[in-house]
């Protein structure tokens, strides 16, 4: 780690928050709500289960029984929801063809 960060801050004239940041297997850190995959020769880029678990919550708060609103405004809101997370699934997926051709 403090090599990383003496490379970073002198070389590359970064600041490095040391509270966030840290090294380890890529397969096992979590890097923007993404973490990458390994299974025999394969490798691709997946969403975290945290941030999984958090659109589930959401998307039930939303359509919770006790909830008030119309159903137009309901939509509305799954719709922005749904949209917003196929934004952020396209470079999972785009990721996962690059790398499947890198592999192949």
Do not use: Y
């Amino acid at each position: 780690m403090e090599s990383c960060v003496k490379f970073l801050e002198t070389k590359l004239k970064l600041r490095v928050n040391r509270k966030k940041s840290k090294t380890g297997k890529a397969t096992e850190t979590k890097f923007m709500g993404f973490s990458v995959w390994q299974w025999k020769e394969k490798t691709g880029i997946r969403v975290h289960e945290k941030p999984l678990k958090r659109f589930k919550e959401r998307l039930i708060e939303i359509t919770g029984r006790n909830r008030s609103g119309s159903m137009e405004q309901i939509l509305a809101e799954i719709n922005k929801l749904i949209n917003g997370w196929m934004a952020f699934l396209v470079l999972s997926n785009g990721m996962r063809k690059c790398e499947s051709g890198l592999n192949d």
